[in-house]
């Protein structure tokens, strides 16, 4: 999880600057190109303009010093009769196509590439006669090393981009992901049967909101675990005194056949009937060790439960129904009941169809909320055992917490599937 | 001969129940797992079923639902070792009409499935009760409120007859158990406290609109009362 949204966050900066440079890199090269343009054609117009008076009374031309201001690129300026000869400054003996065409005086200025020169040339013109053509030229490989040093700067930034954007995405993806991956550890030692594990609290609301609820779940099952544990070692404990007095009293009958076997049978029911009564006490023990509860505010919860109902089935299109049938009172954690109806809920709105009714309603001194909702039926298939969609999961847990809290939840109807929450009324 | 059929998957206490209810002059079907009780429940009509929810193949109470689907006239009577009343409710509320709880007194046994099968008071020829909208044909065994009848099972209707014998005066717990049921036990009474939640339900969706529906009273650690709307109205 870290290397994909590391990865993800590199990648859409390196897309971004991608996007960026390209045009920018191809606007550099266009720009320079113009400088150059520029920088040649006012050296060869500020040249024209000395040598013009020369040219025209047919005197030899002396290529004048340029200024700075001219002559930014520092290309060299030669000067051509118009016959293509080298009259003087530096350039190639004979006038290239480049000059050839300025000789016509078609053009105020001509450009082209002579071999490895950028080549500018203007004519000198006296009248409509052509008296000469002005050169300048700057080596390609000036102009080149100038774009690619601009390009192998921009690349530079982009990498320094992309290089602080992975050092942004792996802090960030630590703060995210650590938390995530200590719930992780928490849930797995949670189903290793490790009850007293506990998320630490990651001060992002949402991790820390499912941290939570699994720490409730772990505590209230952790509760009835031991409550489980200490009643069965207790009664096995209590329960072994009768049977050793029972099974004393039929294998003494066994052994005494002269005696009257019916007085054995009745000592055998009366020592069965203690048996029994120690039982009832155990049970009545093991009820007692639930913690007590406060009364259920049913009310608030479904109001909550329309909201965080809505939520879900609006978008989808498909609405919630809460109808309320005369609930009786309970006396259950709302916590434990909130999750397992969070459970219900999500599992209609990711598996069912259509409309979800939820009832509340008196099963007989007891509190039965089923939800409902119109999708095909469930056939023989038992929703808490498909642990392959991940399903399963989260409705054994919601069962596990119903039971916790001494309430039972079940299937109670294949078609349309109808989950069943029953919880104890409150006495 | 009343035909029952026995779901039990331990030997020894299906061998006894057999035996007992032959001796009694039952005719028995003895199924060992749910499976076979299904198989059992969709061949043969039976006119009543003691189930054991603990079964090796299939979760008891859903056995208890599909056999309510597939025998919807039987009575069915769950028998449990699960002692929690949690456990009950959930086998009442998958449809079963009674409930007895392991180990199980032979005699106790007996008592309920007579007075199971035995299909309400003889009705002689007693004039229909009236109790607000609701009518309760005691000889015709039909409720009607405001004229649409209200569809019972067999005990929601004798538990509701027996309220309106005496409206507007509450009946104990213990008076409704052994009328209805026959059942001189005063345990715990879960079966009682589920076929008055029944009763409440149809009531309440059989009702039109306008309709003076009796209402069912809760009298906490006494028993039941039915409320006839009008008199409560032309006394208030």
Request: net charge negative.
């Amino acid at each position: 999880m870290r290397r994909r949204i590391t990865t993800l966050t590199v990648l859409a900066a390196l897309v971004a600057t991608l996007l960026f440079a390209l045009p920018l890199g191809f606007a550099v090269w266009q720009y320079y190109h113009d400088d150059v343009k520029g920088d040649l054609e006012r050296a060869a117009d500020a040249t024209a303009l000395t040598v013009s008076e020369d040219l025209n009374a047919g005197r030899q031309p002396a290529v004048p010093p340029l200024d700075r201001e001219d002559d930014e690129t520092g290309g060299e300026v030669a000067i051509y009769a118009p016959d293509g000869r080298l009259l003087a400054g530096h350039g190639p003996a004979v006038a290239g196509p480049v000059e050839r065409q300025a000789a016509k005086a078609t053009v105020d200025v001509a450009l082209g590439r002579e071999g490895d020169e950028l080549a500018l040339a203007v004519p000198v013109v006296s009248g409509p006669r052509v008296t000469g053509v002005v050169r300048a030229a700057l080596p390609m490989s000036d102009l080149r090393m100038r774009i690619i040093l601009t390009w192998l700067g921009m690349a530079g930034l982009a990498v320094a981009t992309t290089g602080l954007s992975w050092l942004m995405a792996r802090r960030s993806t630590k703060r995210l992901v650590t938390p995530m991956e200590e719930l992780a550890a928490a849930a797995e030692r949670l189903g290793d049967g490790d009850f007293t594990a506990r998320s630490p609290r990651a001060g992002i609301a949402e991790i820390d909101q499912v941290g939570e609820a699994l720490d409730s779940t772990a505590a209230r099952i952790g509760e009835t675990l031991e409550r489980e544990r200490a009643f069965s070692a207790e009664a096995s404990h209590q329960l072994r005194t009768p049977l050793t007095g029972l099974r004393l009293q039929l294998e003494a009958a066994l052994q005494t056949p002269a005696a009257d076997p019916y007085a054995a049978i009745r000592a055998g029911i009366a020592s069965a009937d203690r048996l029994e009564r120690t039982i009832d006490d155990l049970l009545a023990l093991g009820r007692e060790r639930r913690a007590p509860r406060a009364e259920l505010d049913l009310d608030a919860l479904l109001d909550e439960l329309r909201q965080s109902g809505d939520a879900l089935l609006a978008p989808r299109g498909r609405a919630l129904r809460i109808v309320r049938q005369d609930p009786p009172p309970a006396r259950v954690a709302a916590a434990a009941v909130r999750q397992v109806l969070g459970v219900l809920l999500d599992n209609a709105v990711t598996h069912g169809r259509g409309t979800v009714t939820v009832v509340a309603r008196d099963a007989g001194d007891t509190l039965a909320i089923d939800v409902a909702d119109e999708g095909p039926d469930l056939g023989e298939t038992d929703p808490f055992a498909a642990a392959t969609s991940g399903n399963g999961i989260g409705l054994r847990l919601a069962r596990s917490l119903a039971e916790a809290e001494g309430g039972r939840l079940r299937l109670s109807k294949p078609a349309p599937p109808t989950f069943t929450l029953l919880l104890p009324a409150a006495e | 001969m009343p035909n029952l059929l026995v779901v039990e998957d331990d030997a020894a206490i299906g061998s006894v129940l057999e035996s007992t209810l032959r001796l009694h002059g039952y005719q028995v079907c003895w199924r060992r797992d749910g499976r076979s009780a299904l198989q059992a429940a969709e061949a043969g009509e039976f006119d009543l079923v003691l189930l054991d929810l603990g079964l090796p193949d299939l979760d008891g109470v859903e056995v208890c639902r599909r056999l309510r689907t597939a025998l919807p006239a039987t009575v069915l009577v769950i028998l449990t070792a699960r002692q929690e009343e949690m456990d009950v409710v959930v086998g009442l509320d998958a449809g079963a009409d009674d409930y007895l709880t392991k180990p199980i007194r032979l005699g106790e046994l007996l008592a309920r499935v007579r007075a199971h099968l035995r299909r309400g008071a003889p009705a002689g020829a007693r004039p229909p009760v009236t109790v607000g909208g609701l009518t309760v044909d005691i000889a015709g065994r039909r409720a009607t409120l405001g004229g649409r009848e209200v569809v019972l099972r067999a005990k929601e209707f004798d538990l509701l007859a027996r309220l309106a014998e005496q409206p507007g005066i509450a009946v104990s717990r213990e008076t409704l158990m052994s009328e209805v049921w026959d059942a001189h036990w005063y345990g715990s009474t879960k079966t009682l406290d589920v076929h008055i939640a029944a009763v409440r339900r149809k009531l309440a969706s059989a009702a039109g609109p306008g309709d003076e529906v009796p209402r069912i009273a809760t009298l906490r650690g006494h028993g039941y009362r039915l409320e006839d709307p009008t008199r409560t109205l032309a006394e208030g």
